[in-house]
């Protein structure tokens, strides 16, 4: 589900786990989740990646090999292929229907920075344009960050 932004596997997550835990998960996290329409805002997703990276959502060994496989996507067109050398990006895309996303942790020498840019067009058609936009923002705050 996140080397390769599976939506099948996420609805067999939420299936199995259940939508009232869920979303009592999300509010634990501070989040306001519900699963049948499946969306965070920018803020919450940042706030998601934060807690997977700073180690506080999982433990150790769990928040190493997640961290792993968002460094191994099947889709690093996006933030990855726009951050300068020497930073090194976790992320979890996602592209469906009209929506086109990345969401990530920029990070380099112990300082790290939620970066989450969502797009919508009408449908993926407009991918190589949206890609572009997704380019030049993760450009820009990576240069005023690092």
Do not use: C
Request: charged share 15%.
């Amino acid at each position: 589900m996140i080397q390769q932004s599976d939506n099948d596997s996420w609805s067999l997550i939420m299936d199995a786990v259940g939508h009232e835990e869920l979303t009592e998960y999300a509010a634990s996290l501070g989040v306001s989740y519900d699963p049948e329409i499946n969306t965070l805002t920018p803020a919450e997703m940042a706030t998601i990646l934060a807690g997977v990276y700073s180690g506080t959502l999982l433990n150790a060994g769990d928040t190493a090999e997640l961290l792993s496989y968002m460094q191994d996507t099947n889709y690093e067109t996006l933030i990855p292929a726009a951050v300068p050398e020497g930073i090194t990006v976790f992320h979890k895309y996602g592209l469906l229907g009209g929506e086109l996303h990345d969401a990530g942790i920029l990070a380099r020498d112990g300082t790290a920075y939620a970066l989450v840019i969502y797009t919508k067009g009408q449908d993926l058609s407009d991918v190589p344009e949206r890609t572009e936009v997704i380019h030049q923002l993760t450009q820009a705050v990576a240069g005023a960050l690092f």
